[in-house]
């Protein structure tokens, strides 16, 4: 039996901040909808929400790292590879796709429409129960194919993993040039000689952001980081000053193009919003890079910050489950009073959040409830020193590569 890998300390970490960044992202996302439309407070909202929408990207990224650093060694054999993850997250899913259901039934958020059994397997299918719960719909399509993509990611060496990496990259980045010039709609005529084939398209690209392949060069380029852990962390300390540049320039350009479309444009926010550029593209890698090299060295220095940011790490893909429920509940029954005092409240209401979210999902996690509403429990298994080769084996973490993010634009 293949011995269990130890946990790794600044994977921890990444995971620990990028879920503190989709909980301040969706924290914005409410201050957002009740300021005063162009008002100082409105486009700080704005312009922060743009620079903290890489959160979905690197929670891609790190899922499928981790979820191949697992299996670098051992086989994932589809007959206990996809029961185990229909434990770990299909269950949750189900599960928090009926509370969320239920919490927009109780508060009238939606409106009737079908039966209840339509309703319920519509939102199974699209992840439209609540605002973030589509991103399981896209980590459980990848998870469909990922035991037949690890041998052909293996038999990929260095070279050719850095090649298969660029034209990647550049037919991706083509993608998402093309997604952003039409961002809602195929250029295609909806009559023609294949009018339902037409319809078909037209309703999966109006989908695209909970379909894999909107996705999978996040997943692929974190799976060969996982496979070869070692040189990743090489190449990103090789060349950080190059990824910090890279940040720098598309965040600028970011700010720059939200501006001009939004601030002088007047195109509305809500419609300008989306992921799907290049420039992000190139951002959230960036991000990555840099979130990766601060964990490092915040590792290895140790200290009482990086022992409680990763023990959020365990209790991640809860928390992502859980924070809009309570997001949601703050906001009516306590911040809706002190709106005014915008945008001092931000930190309150995020760290409030993330304060709550936290402590109950340790807390169920703990009761007969946890496997069905978080998955496999949290391991105590101790978190592997950076530095160190880790032998290859399954993590401890809950459902890491379930890990997921919401979507910045939902709101």
Do not use: C
């Not at 590879?81 to 509370?99: C, D, E, H, N, Q």
């Not at 997604?179 to 319809?199: K, N, V």
């Not at 890279?246 to 939004?262: E, H, K, N």
């Not at 401890?396 to 590569?401: E, I, K, P, Q, T």
């Amino acid at each position: 039996m293949t011995k269990p890998a130890k946990r790794l300390a600044e994977v921890d970490l990444v995971r620990a901040l990028t879920a503190m960044g989709v909980i301040l992202l969706h924290t914005l996302g409410y201050f957002a909808g009740v300021d005063s439309a162009g008002s100082p407070s409105y486009r700080l909202d704005q312009i922060l929400i743009e620079l903290m929408r890489y959160s979905r990207q690197v929670f891609i990224l790190i899922s499928g790292l981790v979820l191949a650093y697992s299996y670098r060694e051992k086989a994932a054999s589809p007959a206990v590879f996809w029961p185990k993850r229909a434990r770990s997250v299909g269950l949750p899913y189900v599960a928090w796709t009926l509370l969320y259901l239920g919490l927009d039934w109780v508060y009238g958020m939606r409106a009737p429409g079908g039966s209840t059994s339509a309703i319920i397997g519509r939102a199974l299918l699209t992840g439209d129960a609540y605002y973030h719960l589509y991103y399981i719909v896209v980590s459980l399509q990848f998870y469909l194919i990922f035991p037949w993509l690890l041998p052909w990611l293996r038999r990929l060496d260095g070279r050719r993993a850095i090649r298969m990496v660029i034209a990647l990259g550049a037919a991706y980045l083509g993608l998402m040039a093309f997604m952003a010039r039409h961002p809602f709609s195929l250029p295609i005529p909806s009559g023609g000689p294949f009018p339902r084939l037409a319809l078909a398209l037209q309703a999966l690209y109006a989908n695209s952001d909970r379909l894999l392949l909107s996705y999978l060069p996040y997943f692929l380029f974190g799976a060969l980081a996982g496979l070869h852990l070692e040189e990743f962390r090489a190449v990103l300390e090789r060349h950080r000053s190059g990824l910090a540049a890279v940040g720098a320039v598309t965040a600028g350009y970011l700010a720059f193009d939200w501006f001009a479309a939004v601030v002088v444009g007047g195109q509305d926010f809500n419609t300008y919003v989306t992921v799907f550029r290049p420039a992000m593209f190139l951002y959230s890698l960036a991000a990555f890079g840099l979130l990766y090299l601060g964990a490092l060295a915040l590792a290895r220095s140790g200290g009482r910050l990086a022992e409680r940011l990763r023990a959020l790490a365990p209790h991640t893909f809860g928390i992502y489950l859980i924070h809009p429920m309570v997001l949601f509940l703050l906001e009516r029954y306590l911040f809706v009073f002190f709106d005014h005092l915008h945008p001092l409240l931000i930190a309150p209401l995020w760290l409030a959040a993330l304060a709550v979210s936290y402590e109950t999902v340790s807390l169920l996690a703990t009761t007969p409830l946890g496997p069905f509403l978080f998955g496999t429990t949290a391991s105590r298994r101790k978190a592997e020193p950076v530095g160190r080769r880790t032998p290859a084996g399954r993590p401890s973490a809950a459902a890491v590569g379930s890990s997921a993010t919401a979507s910045p634009g939902a709101r």
